[in-house]
């Protein structure tokens, strides 16, 4: 028997790949609610064990399911039905919902710096915080002003701290100098 959860993220993470990559993460969604409603009925769940051929399986689900399910979303149950796997729909689904989720889920960062920084330099702090940290999420930027800093930033988030200012590379070079 197979691990329903690894096999339902299997097809969860194509399907929302493919939603990124097509920019319709929310329509996809809605698709898949709509075909898990379709594979919770009884007489559709009664349909999944019997000896019926995939091909015939994957047109009645998609006749009921009738203009819900784009053009790709009908290639995907053809796919789950021909490698028998309809009935992990609802686990799909909430795998799927999680990959969103953590799609759409923010960060706030705290960003100290000597003076105010415009747009572009913000753009560019949230660019490189994304790229080092390989971070999927949106972030958000909480700036602030320590003119205690010089120059540079100090960057904060959870536990981690990236020292970018003026004032440490001060310090460290005080410390080498004086050892």
Not at 53 to 59: K, L, N, R, V
Not at 60 to 67: P, R
Not at 78 to 96: D, S
Request: aromatic share 8%.
């Amino acid at each position: 028997m197979f691990d329903f959860i690894t096999v339902a993220r299997t097809y969860a993470k194509a399907a929302f790949d493919f939603s990124i990559k097509h920019q319709a993460v929310k329509s996809w969604q809605n698709m898949l609610v709509f075909a898990v409603k379709v594979a919770r009925n009884e007489y559709i769940a009664e349909l999944f064990s019997r000896s019926l051929a995939p091909e015939i399986i994957s047109e009645i689900f998609i006749t009921i399911c009738d203009n819900e399910l784009d053009e790709f979303a009908r290639n995907f149950i053809r796919i789950m039905a021909e490698n028998g796997r309809l009935q992990i729909l609802p686990e799909i689904l909430e795998q799927f919902i999680q990959l969103r989720a953590l799609l759409e889920s923010t960060i706030e960062i705290e960003v100290f710096s000597a003076r105010v920084l415009n747009d572009t330099q913000r753009k560019k702090i949230s660019t490189a915080i994304k790229k080092k940290l390989k971070l999927l999420h949106k972030i958000k930027l909480n700036c602030k002003i320590d003119k205690s800093i010089i120059a540079g930033v100090i960057i904060r988030t959870n536990d981690i701290v990236i020292d970018g200012s003026v004032r440490s590379h001060i310090r460290r070079l005080s410390g080498i100098l004086q050892s």
